[in-house]
């Protein structure tokens, strides 16, 4: 069989999805855990890989199993396994068809700034800090210039591995609630650290450092060297996938809110 499943977790405690030698990742401790709930090893295969410190609401995964459990079992007996930082949220049998990557039509991510002179201590590793009064309004303004399809070369990693740098943003929004500021992205994917390099760009506008049309010259330029600083890892959450209607699987964005 073949089976979907929702994940979510907070990446402040790992150094980020995909297995690596010596350190703890998600990918790690969902596999033995899941391993053990099927009664053999098995891989699993998700949407989209996130970095260290990043957090999900709505990770996607799909793996293969000789196993024949319910999906409540799968559910429970995954989280007796898991450590208090990672849970699974749902799990459905699927299509063969199915590629929780490949099938992805489209990904949403939320970043999250705490936005006041006092740094957080609840919230820490969970927001991104900024002390300097930010303009939600200019920053609104900058995400606008970021919709359509378009090279995102200055938005990249340098170490990107993506054989495109070309990418479809649907919908930039950004809000204030209180001292909390929202950053929405969605678009048909992402490069390297393109989230995290459009939100400094952004914060950076909306602190007053450059003009709104700051956006479209970086865009021009396709030079990550020109493209600003990359926003910290602590504020970003993988909030959501959205897939073909016919595999049924939760399809709302489950997106984080503060105070």
């Given amino acids: 069989m073949r089976i979907a499943a929702g994940i979510e977790y907070d990446g402040s ?3 980020g999805w995909q297995i690596q030698n010596g350190v703890r990742t998600v990918q790690e401790q969902v596999e033995r855990a899941l391993s053990r709930v099927a009664n053999h090893r098995l891989g699993v ?4 890989r996130t970095d260290t410190g990043v957090h999900a609401t709505q990770q996607v995964i799909h793996f293969q199993t000789q196993a024949r459990r319910s999906e ?3 559910v429970l007996g995954a ?3 898991l450590p208090p930082e990672v849970c699974v949220t749902w799990a459905y049998p699927v299509d063969e068809g199915f590629h929780a990557r490949f099938s992805a039509l489209s990904r949403h991510y939320r970043y999250v700034i705490l936005n006041r002179w006092v740094r957080p201590a609840l919230l ?3 927001v991104t800090w900024s002390h300097a009064v930010l303009d939600a309004d200019r920053m609104q303004a900058a995400g606008r210039l970021f919709v359509g399809e378009q090279d995102f070369s200055s938005f990249r990693a340098l170490a990107c591995q993506a054989k495109s740098p070309v990418r479809r943003v649907y919908d930039v929004a950004v809000g204030r609630e209180g001292a909390f500021l929202y950053i929405d992205v969605h678009a048909n994917g992402f490069l390297h650290h393109m989230v995290r ?3 400094g760009v952004m914060m950076s506008i909306g602190r007053g450092e450059h003009p709104v049309e700051w956006v479209t010259q970086l865009l021009q330029l396709r030079d990550r060297s020109h493209g600003g600083v ?3 890892a602590e504020g970003l959450y993988l909030v959501g996938v959205d897939y073909p209607r016919e595999f049924g699987l939760p399809g709302a964005p489950i997106r984080p809110r503060f105070g």
């Fill in 13 to 15: 405690h790992f150094y």
């Fill in 45 to 48: 295969v998700c949407a989209g």
């Fill in 72 to 74: 409540r079992s799968w």
């Fill in 79 to 81: 989280n007796a396994h």
């Fill in 124 to 126: 820490r590793g969970r």
């Fill in 197 to 199: 390099n459009m939100a």
């Fill in 230 to 232: 990359t926003a910290p």
